[in-house]
């Protein structure tokens, strides 16, 4: 069981204005995508993040989570799952305590045997493209059986199907269909064609 469970894609969200969050949490659901992971890289990310948790249907996190601090802001600001590049013992070990699924960022096999060490079940490979790509996931899972991979950096609705098609991979992770600036009627195309994606993959 995993809060990921029926999302197969994670939208990666960098959120200039919160004053579109709300629209856009409507424009993932409405395109079957109802879950979004809002970077803390803007100011306006916690401001985002509490609109979206305002839509009963969106399933909102936050991402670029790099301290303990950030983690709880994002919860209080109303995420219910956290992800960071990489691994930090005190955001895990912080989110634990705030009860909420964290997703910490893992891109070597001493990475990932750390994570597994902190009792992880399931990591974030990032950034995914650069870091090898679905052959470098399927080396990994070869040898961390219990392991679960959101790869993520890179991936596009071109190549998610090589990582989905791996029975290790969880979700994957991706802001194409999310561009920053991205008009509406362009973001729903981008949304829209996630599905047959997720499809393709038989997922
Ligand atoms: O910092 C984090 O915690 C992140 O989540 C980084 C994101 O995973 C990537 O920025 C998404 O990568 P692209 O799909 O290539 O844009």
């Known amino acids: 069981m995993s809060f990921l469970d029926g999302h197969a894609v994670v939208p990666v969200v960098v959120l200039d204005d919160p004053g579109r969050a709300a629209a856009l949490g409507e424009a993932l659901v409405g395109g079957g995508?109802?879950?979004a992971e809002v970077t803390l890289r803007t100011p306006g990310a916690l401001a985002g993040i509490a609109a979206m948790a305002e839509n009963p249907d969106l399933l909102v996190g936050a991402g670029t989570v790099l301290t303990a601090a950030q983690a709880d802001a994002a919860v209080e600001a109303g995420a219910r799952f956290v992800v960071s590049p990489g691994l930090s013992r005190a955001v895990v070990e912080r989110c634990r305590a705030l009860r909420v699924?964290?997703?910490p960022g893992v891109a070597t096999a001493t990475e990932v045997l750390a994570a597994a060490d902190l009792g992880l079940d399931a990591v974030k490979f990032f950034p995914a493209a650069t870091?090898?790509?679905a052959p470098a996931?399927?080396?990994?899972a070869a040898v961390f059986?219990?392991?679960r991979f959101v790869p993520t950096g890179g991936i596009t609705a071109?190549?998610?199907g090589e990582y989905l098609a791996l029975p290790s991979v969880l979700a994957v992770g991706g802001s194409w269909m999310v561009p920053r600036d991205a008009e509406p009627d362009r973001l729903r195309e981008l949304i829209g064609g996630v599905g047959a994606v997720v499809a393709a993959a038989g997922r």
Request: charged share 0%.
């Open 33 to 35: 995508l109802p879950i």
């Open 101 to 103: 699924p964290v997703l």
């Open 131 to 133: 870091s090898g790509g």
């Open 137 to 140: 996931v399927a080396a990994l």
């Open 145 to 147: 059986a219990g392991m």
């Open 158 to 160: 071109a190549n998610a």
